[in-house]
């Protein structure tokens, strides 16, 4: 396929680029481009050129797929095309439809003239993954639209539909109707008048309050932009365009660009980018399998995850029919929902017609009858194996052949809830994070059994809702809250050994994790785990016992529910306050252990913690749980509060160095009082650290 076509239209050649779906503009299409350019230029009948893309996009930008590839900037490199543009002598005119980003937008900016219809989405976003735009973004933007409007694209990366930039010189002409016929007239008489070439560059920015403005935007930036050093070096590319010639702020621009390309801060960003679209593969399953078509769909518990699961399907205007035991659990169910939209509508994030809208698409009822047509069922009962078989049993009379059926289960074996059924086929895991409307993660549990067309239905269902899914062979506890455990474990022998909840949380939360273990612990209920350990010591009675979390849980205190946890918390009040009396349990427990406290530094409480996670990680994919390292690392920035700007534990024990870690590990068990089995390096990061490779 060529990946850019040419014809001629009366004088005019429209060059229209063709590389579905978002014409990235890789390595082919360069090429096509600077050769179409050169023949345009040749042919004597041309008299002016078109530069036009599809309904959906001009250009999305770089070519994904040719990210960090040696592709990427092989000749003719975005530069040189941008180059050949601007210098071209017959007038060139972009046409501006869908998405106009990033390289996109900066080839756009490189033509002399620019018609765009009006709901063409303009944006540079490269501040997402850490970097700028590096082909004369930060120098041609402004000079057309001015500092001001420049910087906000820039550093916030978000689109703006072109008819907001309607009183910029960025277009000279937003169209409604044909595009390609504005575009082509337009070009027509820009030859026919020999209006004189704007090129982007010759033009110079004219504020008056342009430096005192930068100072500003540098100062808010910088008190914003906190582990990411990308927005900063966005304001000083986009202040060389304002006090440097041309040629000088390209060159800023390009080592600013270089620079953040090398930051670990742009590595993570890049790979949640990539991670997000590989988790949505799975290598068995082709991308080409026939989906099952989910029209309608019925959750069963309307309580904390169920009414949440519901919100995500209403607010993708899919119908929902909630099931309860009770009529009261459901109409509180119910009343919490109404009563989140009804927030969201109090900070003007929904309109009326939008509530009534999706509360209309909920059906609530008490009867299984009125579920057995839906195309999906998601199960979110309590959490007990005898509960599930019921409801399991009671699904595989009702529900129509071919629905799928799914359990929200966090905990229990999805083989076994599968076999309650006479279709183990149509049974999956989908695992929403609390709260379910809000958080992005959905682990995807993949039965035995499960077959390929609804693992293929559920990812795509997932995109549907805005969530990542990503995939989960069945373990306790499946990929995040697995891990989760060992993250726990230390934070709790860190405890023992001398360091203080504040201390804990406050060294992960300062290096970057959104909440410490036991503020989260707090806020989720101390009451689940407690129950949890209460079965596995019956089970396993040499377990050793987490002594100061059952001790907390035997005073009643459950956390923020209760006012008391491992902090306590005024009366409707979230702040975690310090308590003494905990700070005595420690102490006691401690002495109990005949265990003498030590000063524990901010370093090893963060190591600790996350290698544990690192360990368990590795451990997740020798056993196949997960499909690849870079999955693990999406669990944990789309569920867990992991800092983005460290890109996932596993990335992170890259970035540190998998032979690193797998010493600092060696060296934990070998601490006086550590934990030797626990700190056995995973065979798979062993190999990996000799060999000098990479999980991905
Ligand atoms: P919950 O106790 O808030 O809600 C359970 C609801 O199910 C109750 O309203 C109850 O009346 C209803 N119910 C019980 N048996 C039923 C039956 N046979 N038919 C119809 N309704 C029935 O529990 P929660 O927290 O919403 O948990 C539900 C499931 O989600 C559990 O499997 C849990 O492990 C899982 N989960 C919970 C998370 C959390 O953070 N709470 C996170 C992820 C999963």
New binding site residues.
Partial sequence: MESALYDIDAGVAVITLNNPSVNGLGLDLRRALVALLERAHEDDSVRAVVLIGSDRAFSGGADVKEFGTPKSSQEPNLLTVIRAVENAAKPVVAAIAGACMGGGLELALGCHFRVARADAQIALPEVKLGILPGAGGTQRLPRLVGLDTALNMIVSGNAVPAAKLKDTALFDAIVDDDLRKSAVDFARKVAQEQRPLKRVRDIRISDPYGEPYLQFARNTVAATARHFPAPLKCVEAVAAAYFKPFDEGMKIEREAFLWLLATPESRALRHAFLGERAAAKIPDVPADTPLRRIERVSV???????AGIAMNFLNAGIPVVL????QE?LER?LAGIRKNYENSMKKGKLSQQQLDQRMALLQPTLSYADIGGTDLVIE????DMG?KE??FRQLDEVMKPGAILAS????LDMNRIASFTRRPQDVVGL????PANVMKLLEVVRAEQTAKDVLATVMQLAKTIRKVAVVSGVCDGFIGNRMLKYYRNQANELLEEGASPQQIDRALEKWGMAMGPFRMGDL?GLDIGWSIRKRLYAENPGMKKSVIADRLCEMGRFGQKTGKGWYRYEPGKRDALPDPQVEEIIAAARAEAGITPRKVSDEEIVERCIFALVNEGARILEEGIAQRASDIDMVYLHGYGFPAHRGGPMLYAETVGLPAVVDKMRRFAAQPGGDAAFWTPAPSLVCLARSGESFN
């Fill in positions: 069963i518990g309307a309580g904390t995850m169920g099931l309860e035991m009770k659990a169910g979110a009962v309590f959490e509960v019921q409801v929200n289960t966090s905990t695992h929403f994070f609390s989720a």
